[in-house]
């Protein structure tokens, strides 16, 4: 029998920084209404992090947020990754970082034009059958 391991990214992302502003030209609309900024979008067709099994198997629950650095391809440094905030057990916060040379994303936009940015993004470990009691995070 084959045990299914579900790790639930969430595809949204915060972003920290981007890069800088391109110029403008005269009479071009500065009020916000352009573009903007797009986030990175996370492109695995499936989740790229293991659930650690000792915590499946206790149906242990938890969040990882994880600072990442995508370059203006798209591509993760993964060296720069860092947890922002960790989950309470090693386990989960090993695994998300683990996860990250695999992720790919579309890169993030600004005014429509690829640039590398720095970004928050949340992993979330959710068991099919819920915590036994209380779990964690």
């Given at each position: 029998?084959?045990?299914?391991?579900?790790?639930?990214?969430?595809?949204?992302?915060?972003?920290?920084?981007?890069?800088g502003d391109a110029p403008r030209s005269p009479g071009e609309d500065t009020s916000g209404a352009s573009r903007g900024f797009e986030a990175p979008v996370l492109m695995n067709p499936e989740a790229p992090v293991r659930y650690p099994?000792?915590?499946?198997?206790s149906r242990t629950d938890g969040s990882v947020v994880l600072r990442l650095y995508v370059n203006?391809?798209?591509?993760?440094i993964p060296e720069s990754t860092r947890v922002a905030e960790?989950?309470?057990q090693a386990a989960f916060d090993s695994a998300a970082v683990?996860?990250?040379?695999?992720?790919?994303?579309?890169?993030a936009r600004r005014d429509g034009l690829p640039?590398?940015?720095?970004?928050?993004?949340?992993?979330?470990?959710?068991?099919p059958?819920?915590?036994v009691s209380g779990g964690g995070r």
């Open positions: 029998m084959t045990t299914r391991w579900t790790t639930w990214l969430v595809v949204g992302s915060v972003p920290l920084a981007c890069g099994a000792t915590l499946y198997n203006e391809a798209g591509t993760v960790g989950s309470g683990a996860g990250v040379p695999a992720m790919r994303f579309a890169p640039v590398a940015t720095l970004f928050l993004q949340p992993v979330h470990f959710r068991h059958q819920g915590p």
